[in-house]
């Protein structure tokens, strides 16, 4: 059995049974039958019509749904309620995108061997899609990485977070009881072994993972020949700040960006680089504000930023900031644990470069400043790293703005904004070793269809 525990206090929320070898065949197999007999396909305005009832249910559950959310995952009870929403958000997104899964006429006729023919691509479900979801967007995650597939037409299996289950299965649930056909959306809580028979199947033809680039890219050498993959992971997203940024909304934009859902997300504000013109001023009023954001429990309306997903992870933040600190680096703000499941939130200055803080992930509440006199020696230093996925710049320079967009290594930089910036229409993912593949409804539906050409030969045409 599995113990799903409370990340702030770890009191026992609901023990869930886990999913056996047999558990796993059985669900691959009902996949694969329902992908295979084509005449049972979940015709398209069938999955509008379930896609847009799951929304309406789900709008009528919505404190409920962030209660499940927050009490599992950890994220502020405020923060878990704009999860919820932006999860019925994106349901609405693939149910209004279906319309939209069309192929293109091919030209003809333009050589002597191609007369009297008429060509066109359709697009078709690719096949069984599997997916492993990570903790920190519970809800959220769980809808980016079904929905899609039953958009597309895909029967999908879903593993959640073994510490954050609970969303996921109460989704599934939903999406049955919005007339969903049995078989086309099932949940397996299993152990790391089972889910790789699981990954690994040559029945899998669309494997989508939310997680470790460790664990990522090491499932997909394990994956059969043919299947697609979608992997994302983490990065240690760098904001550039000219001395001309703005700091009355710069301040608040990387306070949030950097220390929501205490820095468990992909993209959260790391690596700060300013300007040494404006160093000082900047440090002290983002220390100010990191060191009156109020942490505790989860569940807390006034409660900012709340535990890490497990005490491991406190640990390690721990460790990673005094070996900084140990060889360098200032202590603005924070830089002690609450509890064993809460650290403060920490602004760190000038760490070296070469310490866990400046080079890995830190998925924690801390943020690491900078000082530089040259913008290019920045985006040099920015880069320099093996992750890229999102970054920034603040300036009123549009000169400088652009030319920093084009300079940093990232799919995605925000201009006078934070580094977590996302809605889910659009492209989203990491590059190099932060990923393959794009996420973001419309993106991944894409992706989980496959072209099918068709060439009609007629000599009347």
């Not at 999955?47 to 847009?52: G, H």
């Not at 400088?400 to 996302?422: E, G, P, Q, S, Y």
């Amino acid at each position: 059995m599995l113990e799903v525990t409370s990340p702030y206090d770890q009191s026992l929320i609901k023990k869930i049974p886990l999913a056996t070898k047999n558990d796993i065949e059985q669900a691959l197999s009902t996949a694969y039958n329902l992908f295979l007999d084509q005449s049972g396909w979940i015709p398209a305005h069938k999955r509008i019509a379930i896609l847009e009832r799951t929304a309406t249910i789900m709008k009528s559950r919505i404190d409920e749904l962030t209660q499940i959310a927050a009490r599992e995952g950890g994220k502020p009870y405020i923060d878990s309620k704009v999860e919820v929403l932006r999860a019925i958000n994106g349901v609405k997104l693939a149910a209004e995108y279906i319309s939209q899964i069309k192929g293109e006429q091919i030209p003809m006729g333009l050589t002597k061997a191609s007369e009297n023919r008429i060509a066109f691509t359709t697009r078709e479900p690719i096949g069984v899609v599997v997916s492993i979801s990570a903790f920190n967007h519970p809800l959220n995650l769980t809808v980016h990485q079904t929905v899609t597939a039953i958009a597309a037409g895909c029967p999908v299996i879903i593993k959640p977070a073994s510490s954050t289950p609970l969303s996921c299965l109460n989704f599934a649930d939903i999406l049955k009881e919005a007339g969903l056909p049995e078989g086309w959306c099932q949940v397996t809580v299993c152990k790391n072994d089972v889910a790789e028979k699981l990954v690994t199947d040559k029945r899998v033809n669309y494997f989508s993972f939310i997680g470790s680039s460790k664990v990522g890219w090491y499932l997909r050498s394990k994956l059969s020949p043919g299947t697609r993959c979608a992997l994302e992971h983490g990065g240690a997203a760098p904001v550039i700040v000219e001395k001309d940024a703005d700091f009355a909304e710069m301040i608040p934009a990387l306070i949030k960006g950097g220390f929501y859902h205490a820095g468990q997300v992909c993209v959260s504000v790391q690596r700060v680089f300013v300007h040494e013109d404006i160093i000082d001023e900047f440090s002290n009023l983002f220390a100010q504000k990191a060191s009156k954001l109020i942490v505790g429990n989860q569940m807390d309306e006034k409660t900012e930023v709340g535990p890490l997903i497990s005490p491991n992870e406190v640990d390690r933040v721990e460790q990673w900031v005094n070996e900084a600190i140990n060889k360098g680096a200032k202590l603005l703000t924070g830089g002690k644990r609450i509890s064993d499941t809460c650290y403060e939130p920490t602004v760190l200055l000038n760490p070296p470069t070469d310490v866990k803080v400046s080079t890995l992930e830190i998925f924690g509440p801390v943020v690491c400043i900078y000082s530089y006199s040259d913008r290019e020696q920045a985006i040099h230093t920015a880069n320099s790293l093996d992750v890229h996925f999102q970054a920034s710049v603040f300036t009123k320079n549009i000169d400088i703005a652009l030319d920093t967009v084009k300079k940093l290594n990232a799919t995605a930089v925000m201009v006078n904004d934070h580094t977590a910036f996302r809605v889910d229409w659009m492209p989203f993912g990491g590059r190099d070793s932060s990923g393959i593949g794009m996420g973001g409804i419309p993106y991944s539906i894409h992706e989980m269809t496959r072209e099918k050409l068709m060439v009609i030969k007629s000599s009347t045409l």
